[in-house]
Structure formats: C-alpha cells, structure tokens
T-cell receptor, first 114, second 117 residues
C-alpha cells in the first residue's frame, strides 16, 4: 500500500513568486494535514483539510492556502513568497476526523526561496 | 497555549545499549495524546509510539517504551538494544483531544540521536 506521497521533492522559487505543493494521502484517508519545518523554527502546523473543507489552520498568514480535491488529494499554495518561507513542507494524512487516528507523514517537499 | 520542550539537542549511544530521551510539556488540558516521532535522513516522520493521557500504563512498542508522568508533565522515550537504524532526529509531540484539534500536533525542538557501532 502506498504511503503519503508528495511532489515535487524540491522546488526553487524567486521571492515574490507563487509555489504549489501537492500531496496524495494514503488510500482511504480523508484528512490531510500540512506542516512547515523551517530551520530554527521547528515543525509547525499549517492546515488541516477533511472532506474537501478547511477544518483548522495554524498561525500563518493568508498567503498560505490550500485545497482538497474530491479524491482527497491536496495542494498547498504559497503566494508572494518570502525568503523565510524556505523550508521542508510535510504532508500527512489520517482516516477521518477522530483525533485519535494515527497520522502518517510523507517525505516532504523542499521549498527554497532565493 | 501548549508547549513541548526537549532539553537534549544531541545524544549518542553505543549499539546494543539503552538510551533515554527527555520531553516535558506544559498544558492545562486533561485529555490529550503524546507522541514520539522519528525523522531519519530521508526526512519522513515515522510514528514510534503514542500515549493517551487517560491511560496510566506506559506504552510499549518492541524496543521502545515511554515513562509517562502526567503530574510532572514528563514523557521520556527509552530505546533498548539500540540499533544503527535508530540514528535519527526524535521529536516529542502533543495533541489535544477533540475534533477541532485533529492533526494539530505541537512538536518539541527535536533530539538528534546517533547510534555508534
């Protein structure tokens, strides 16, 4: 069974540009989560999508957004890129909204802003 | 707000020996989960073990066990018979119970563990 898959593995963008990262959850999982792992800031919760709707978001500006498609895959969009957006973006998934369900992570997408 | 603290940035252990990683957390909640995740060089976060706060019994998964002290807000991870494949960064994480908190893990800063041959 395939795990959580993310693309691209690496992405280099220029400050002010837009970036899109993609995530496919484990088959059967309806919840998708995005985390940012930036140097010096650690892992921070970004967004949670379930059944196509945004359920919760972390303390990030509105230029971080995303969506979830009918097949439960998700994309994270970052507008007006800033240098400090350079980080590893981790996607995770779980089955359903129950907070006790195990969360499985992908290998991440490296975003470098120059 | 909840915080998670890992006071050991780096640790090392000889292969086959036992090592304990420390984690403390701060919360006013009574119902929550605690986790240890492992992040090897591949960067994929792998769940090692989890503990429900309402359970008094410490969780165990093969060579991995925790010492959960709810009153002290302490959650340490013990790795027995350390193996080279255990080399990774280990993160302690907290999550409140409740549907609105699903997936909102609060992570500590991480402890880099090196297992030496």
């Amino acid at each position: 069974e395939a795990g959580v898959t993310q693309s691209p593995t690496h992405l280099i963008k220029t400050r002010g540009q837009h970036a899109t990262l993609r995530c496919s959850p484990i088959s059967g999982h309806t919840s998708v989560y995005w985390y940012q792992q930036a140097l010096g800031l650690g892992l921070q919760f970004l967004l949670w999508y379930d059944e196509g709707e945004e359920r919760n978001r972390g303390n990030f500006p509105p230029r971080f957004s995303g969506r979830q498609f009918p097949n439960y895959s998700s994309e994270l969009n970052v507008n007006a890129l800033e240098l400090e957006d350079s980080a590893l973006y981790l996607c995770a998934s779980s089955s359903g909204q129950f907070s006790g369900n195990t969360i499985y992570f992908g290998e991440g997408s490296w975003l470098t802003v120059v | 707000a909840q915080t998670v603290t890992q006071s050991q940035p780096e640790m090392s252990v000889q292969e086959a020996e036992t090592v304990t990683l420390s984690c403390t957390y701060d919360t006013s909640e009574n119902n929550y989960y605690l986790f240890w995740y492992k992040q090897p060089p591949s960067r994929q976060m792998i769940l090692v073990i989890r503990q429900e706060a309402y359970k008094q019994q410490n969780a165990t998964e093969n060579r991995f066990s925790v010492n959960f002290q709810k009153a002290a807000k302490s959650f340490s991870l013990k790795i027995s018979d350390s193996q080279l494949g255990d080399t990774a960064m280990y993160f302690c994480a907290f999550m409140k119970l409740g549907s609105g908190n699903t997936g909102k893990l609060i992570f500590g800063q991480g402890t880099t563990l090196q297992v030496k041959p």
